[in-house]
């Protein structure tokens, strides 16, 4: 029995992803138009009127980078997953927001420039959160911490991807904003969609080149990931609700906990941990599922929006 466990634990951790670095990093370029597309339309006054509230940017940061990774550590103790699929959970609950969340939210009647400002916040705290996050959890689990003894996460070549990827692309969209804004509205109406489509595509190409691996393994990772996904939306929401934030704030706080930044733990997973199995097996499904369940959600939302406002007083 002991010796069928081993033989299924090395399988696992032996699956290997068809993404190199090459892949990843289209990815991450692309992910980095999407926010310049977002920062098109943000302006320094959104940023001052949010300052005004500063409990919705507090909230934003509880649920994503205190309560997520926290609830994720209970579920792991409870479900007891592979240790590379642990793993894996909590490198994505200590991952920032994905930037597609900023097109989502916008897009389900939520708040752009709280999205926005939640990114960024987000940018710089996960130089610290990321690692922090997932070497405190990590450890607090005999499976996992038993891997990263192995492991040391370099918080300055962090830093660089997270700014190159995230940082930079907010600061462009908002400059160009502020100082040729007809521009950028234009630009703004071309740029969102097509990129959007763009990410979606390389998603979905990454995907192709990996069917064998998914139709193999993909039924080891595809609870978990549902459930973890579902599990963070439902998160962010109701740690909104609990704060007395209105309906477009817990939207926004939902899609920024819900949608995490995929693309950005695959690289760290490759670059770090190389490429273990059961880690890079869940963050590749996370950042195709996500996408969908993130789509969906956003329809659902903006529907409803859309039919409340059109509704006669």
């Known amino acids: 029995m002991l010796l069928e466990i081993n033989e299924i634990t090395n399988n696992i951790d032996e699956i290997k992803i068809n993404f190199d670095s090459s892949q990843l990093w289209v990815l991450n370029i692309a992910i980095g138009i999407i926010m310049f597309g977002v920062a098109l339309g943000i302006s320094i006054d959104d940023f001052k009127r949010l300052f005004k509230n500063p ?7 509880l649920s994503q980078f205190i309560l997520l990774p ?3 550590f209970l579920v792991i103790i409870l479900i007891q997953p592979h240790p590379s699929f642990a793993l894996g959970m909590m490198m994505i609950a200590a991952c920032p927001g994905g930037n597609v969340s900023n097109f989502y939210s916008k897009m389900a009647g939520g708040n752009a420039a709280l999205s926005v400002s939640l990114t960024a916040f987000a940018t710089l705290i996960c130089i610290v959160m990321t690692p ?14 038993t891997i990263l003894k192995t492991i040391k ?3 300055y070549d962090l830093f660089k991807l997270v700014s190159l990827i995230l940082g930079i692309p907010l600061i462009c969209g908002m400059l160009v904003k502020h100082y040729h804004s007809e521009m950028a509205k234009k630009i703004e109406k071309i740029l969102k969609p097509l ?3 763009v990410f979606v595509a390389l998603i979905f ?5 990996n069917l064998d691996v998914f139709a193999n393994h993909i039924h080891l990772v595809l609870f978990l990931v549902i459930f973890h996904n579902i599990f963070a939306f439902i998160i962010g929401y ?3 609700k609990i704060f007395g934030l ?3 704030d817990r939207k926004t706080i939902s899609m920024e906990t819900g949608i995490q930044n995929g693309g950005l733990g695959l690289l760290l997973i490759f670059g770090f941990f190389e490429g273990l199995g059961g880690m890079a097996l869940l963050a590749a499904f996370w950042g195709v599922w996500d996408v969908f369940s993130g789509m969906v959600l956003a329809t659902y939302w903006g529907y409803k929006a859309k039919k409340a406002a059109t509704k006669p007083a």
Not at 55 to 61: A, Q, T
Not at 132 to 145: D, I, K, R
Request: proline share 5%; no cysteine; glycine share 4%.
């Open 55 to 61: 409990k919705i940017v507090f909230v934003g940061i």
């Open 70 to 72: 926290a609830a994720t």
């Open 132 to 145: 922090l996050n997932l070497e405190f959890w990590g450890s607090m689990y005999e499976p996992t911490a």
């Open 153 to 155: 996460l370099n918080p």
């Open 195 to 197: 990129s959007m489509l």
């Open 205 to 209: 190409i990454a995907f192709s080149q």
């Open 238 to 240: 109701y740690t909104a």
């Open 246 to 248: 209105n309906i477009r």
